[in-house]
Each structure stands twice: as C-alpha cells, then as structure tokens.
C-alpha cells in the first residue's frame, strides 16, 4: 500500500512538503505520480516522475512551484510544494504505474493508490 502524509492548512503563500512511502516490492521500478482532488471536482495530474528520475511532467499550474522527487531505497515521493494558493486546496493522492508514458492525464495507467492526504490552503 501507499501511504501519503505531510498536508494540513497553511496560508496562501505558504509551503509543504508531501510525502508517499510505500511497501511496494514494485516502488523503484515504477513510475509515481501524484494527482489532486478539489471538491467538486474531478481528480487531476499534478506530477509524475520515471522510475530512474530522470524523466518528470508537470501540470502548468504546478510550473515553478512544485518538486516531484523520490528516494527509492526509502521507498518514498516527495512533493515539495511552494507559494501554494487557496486554488491548491484539495485531496493529494500518490500512486503508482508500472509504465511511463509522460501525460498526466491517463490515470488509469495508476494501479496502485494511496487514501489521500487534505491539503488546505487558507486566503
């Protein structure tokens, strides 16, 4: 299973750093993403990085403000995210894909998901 920590409320402008650790034997091997739930809302890509790091997508509203990266003799994502707007407030998923394609948007390719972690962002 995957397991995301590292949300809760900050305030507009403010930063977190997201974390999915996982007990997967796959984890290294596999491509992580992490995509996010507003209310309302249909889920949507915010990151994914390779299995090796090398290759990484962003959606355009996470340009510049927000780091995919990954340790894998730990098991664990990271997504380090800065400047964080009220607009950013939503449920943070991690999961895992056995391929990479490089779109954000195939999250069907992802067959294994952690429970989510909230993420509030206060104006």
């Known amino acids: 299973p995957l397991l995301e920590s590292g949300g809760g409320l900050v305030q507009s402008g403010g930063s977190l750093r997201l974390s999915c650790t996982s007990s997967?034997?796959?984890?290294?091997?596999?491509?992580v993403g992490w995509f996010r739930q507003a209310p309302g809302k249909e889920r949507e890509g915010v990151a994914i990085l390779s299995s090796s790091g090398v290759g990484r997508s962003y959606a355009p509203f996470a340009w510049d403000r927000f780091a995919i990266f990954r340790d894998n003799a730990k098991k664990t994502a990271y997504l380090q995210m800065d400047s964080l707007t009220p607009e950013d407030t939503g449920v943070y998923y991690c999961?895992?894909?056995?391929?990479?394609?490089?779109?954000?948007?195939?999250?069907?390719?992802?067959?294994?998901w952690g429970q989510g972690t909230q993420v509030t962002v206060s104006s």
């Open positions: 997967e034997i796959s984890f290294a091997s596999s491509t």
């Open positions: 999961a895992l894909s056995p391929i990479w394609t490089g779109s954000l948007q195939h999250l069907s390719e992802y067959d294994k």
